[in-house]
């Protein structure tokens, strides 16, 4: 069952808003790996969420991608081009989530910099706040 456009965007966005949220508790637990996952995560989620708005295509699903969202995002609101830095967050996709995304480095081992994931935080916050403005999902 197709859910309608609003109620699917919805959910996408109050996901988004969770995963951001559990990202930061692991960011205070200096998890930062698994933050850093989730913070690009709680990003991709939340442009699909505008997308899915906007766009009306299931293209949008098939990539992980901020960059290539951000740029479907810009095509529509040219505001979006003020946050462009959140795209540093694709970096954390793969190399945060298995042990051979690293060579010769461990995630868990590896991603140890409290500024680093207090940054990533950043980035997906501005960006989810930009996206709570410009949809009305009530």
């Known amino acids: 069952m197709k859910r309608p456009e609003k109620e699917e965007a919805l959910r996408w966005f109050i996901h988004a808003k969770d995963e951001f949220n559990d990202a930061d508790e692991l960011r205070k637990r200096n998890r930062f790996y698994l933050a850093l996952f989730h913070f690009q995560q709680s990003a991709e989620k939340a442009l699909k969420a505008y997308l899915y708005l906007n766009v009306k295509s299931v293209e949008i699903f098939y990539t992980h991608s901020i960059t290539d969202l951000l740029e479907m995002a810009i095509e529509i609101d040219f505001e979006f ?5 959140v795209k540093k967050l694709d970096q954390y996709y793969i190399p945060t989530k298995y042990p051979n995304g690293l060579p010769g480095g461990i995630p868990s081992r ?4 409290p500024i680093e994931a207090e940054n990533a935080m950043t980035l997906a916050k501005d960006l989810i706040d930009l996206i709570e403005k410009k949809i009305n999902l009530e």
């Open 81 to 85: 081009k003020e946050i462009t830095t």
């Open 110 to 113: 590896y991603y140890d910099d």
